[in-house]
């Protein structure tokens, strides 16, 4: 009896680990299925059709919730709350990559060199916040909520990737010789407080900030994706809309991002339709080097000229990505794409460069997003490298021009404060 008792018990954890996988697979599936059915790439079976009504309910459901919300801080049932100090909301109205980054970088640049504070503002998405169950600890201990955390000070590098999370990690470590502060937070309030207070910061720019209500920002910086704007013009679920494509209207500048230079009359349409005294700016986003993850070695891109090459991702577009490796000469002869976001294992690791090796690839190349989720000082059966990629305007300067003027109008920071 004893002996079946320690049996079952040993099993305990088996089950439990196979109910865990089963879960996790199912939940995988059910993610790819809905990104299938928003991009229209599901073929349209019984089923499917019954799934793409649900989320089409889901997404009326949605719509109503955003309109409502707006409206109550349009009408100030709710209040935002002023910081004193010039808040520029960097966002768009669908979820994916826009190039928010990016731009947010130039901004940071360009604010940094004529004078500017600047502190960025983040929520750290997917970066490791405390647990619920440390929470619960806090709350019932009064130790009261957690503080914001600094990814930079301007001076040093004080958080991992995995704290911080990708995107805000990428800027502190590429602004840290500007003196830019980067932070995170959940309540944008409280960390855009806390930048003031504690680095006398003049200038707050609000990363993906423009469905962030309770802290408005005097400028709108509207991020439109101009290959993909709207996608099938549907809200979550059923399409990649946060808000409806009228609240273009709410925007100061848009910024065309991923252009190639040849305007779309149709978008431009829907976007002066909308928002007939937005100023425009078309930019594209411009591979400049390929950079080691520990960034000792900088190559310029015609090193790819000819070269065969793997490539690995997990971005939002990747597709983008592979076409500039292809676009400035590399051969890419294998390839693997992970999910956005996607922290890579150690296994999974091995097994894309046991696939470069196997096909015969000189080295390896990922984006700068990616690399940071990675460890710079690992050694790797492969030289890898990563696609370091700069914002330039394509038409519109004298718009960003203007907008980086009436960001900077207004009293500058005291350096003695700091």
């Known amino acids: 009896m004893g002996l079946s008792c320690a049996m079952r018990a040993g099993m305990l954890p088996s089950v439990f680990f196979r109910v865990f996988r089963f879960v996790k697979v199912l939940g995988d599936r059910l993610v790819d299925l809905t990104t299938d059915v928003i991009y229209d790439r599901a073929g349209m079976t019984p089923g499917v059709r019954a799934y793409a009504a649900f989320l089409s309910a889901l997404s009326m459901l949605f719509e109503a919730v955003v309109r409502l919300r707006v409206f109550l801080y349009d009408k100030r049932f709710l209040r935002d709350t002023p910081l004193g100090c010039k808040v520029v909301v960097v966002g768009n109205l669908t979820v994916g990559g826009t190039g928010k980054t990016p731009v947010t970088e130039k901004l940071a640049r360009v604010l940094s060199e004529r004078g500017r504070k600047v502190a960025i503002i983040s929520r ?175 190559l310029p891109l015609d090193y790819l000229e000819g070269r065969r090459v793997m490539t690995f991702s997990g971005i939002a577009t990747p597709e983008k990505f592979e076409d500039f490796v292809r676009d400035h000469g590399g051969k890419i002869l294998n390839k693997r794409r992970f999910r956005d976001h996607h922290h890579f294992t150690p296994d999974e690791m091995e097994d894309v460069f046991d696939d470069a090796v196997a096909s015969d690839a000189e080295f390896v190349v990922t984006t700068e997003k990616d690399v940071v989720r990675l460890d710079a000082d690992r050694k790797w059966k492969l030289p890898l490298y990563y696609l370091r990629l700069e914002i330039d305007i394509l038409s519109g300067a004298d718009a960003f021009d203007r907008t980086i003027r009436r960001i900077c109008e207004g009293p500058v920071a005291d350096a003695g404060l700091v």
Not at 251 to 257: A, D, P
Request: charged content about 20%; some cysteine; overall charge positive.
């Open 124 to 298: 750290g998405y997917k970066s490791r916040s405390p647990s619920s169950a440390s929470r619960f600890v806090a709350w019932v201990t009064h130790q009261g909520r957690p503080a914001p955390r600094i990814v930079s000070d301007g001076k040093r590098l004080l958080l991992e990737s995995a704290e911080a999370g990708d995107e805000p990690y990428m800027l502190a470590r590429n602004l840290l010789p500007l003196g830019v502060t980067v932070i995170v937070h959940r309540d944008r309030v409280e960390a855009g407080a806390f930048a003031i207070s504690r680095f006398a910061c003049d200038t707050i720019l609000l990363d993906d900030g423009l469905q962030y209500l309770p802290l408005r920002g005097q400028i709108n910086l509207l991020l439109v994706d101009s290959t993909n704007p709207f996608g099938n013009r549907r809200l979550l679920p059923r399409g990649i809309l946060r808000e409806p494509v009228r609240n273009l209207a709410r925007g100061t500048t848009i910024f065309l991002t991923k252009s190639n230079g040849r305007p779309d009359p149709d978008l431009l349409g829907t976007l002066h339709a909308a928002n007939p005294l937005a100023e425009i700016v078309e930019c594209a986003h411009v591979p400049r080097s390929l950079c080691t993850p520990d960034g000792m070695v900088t």
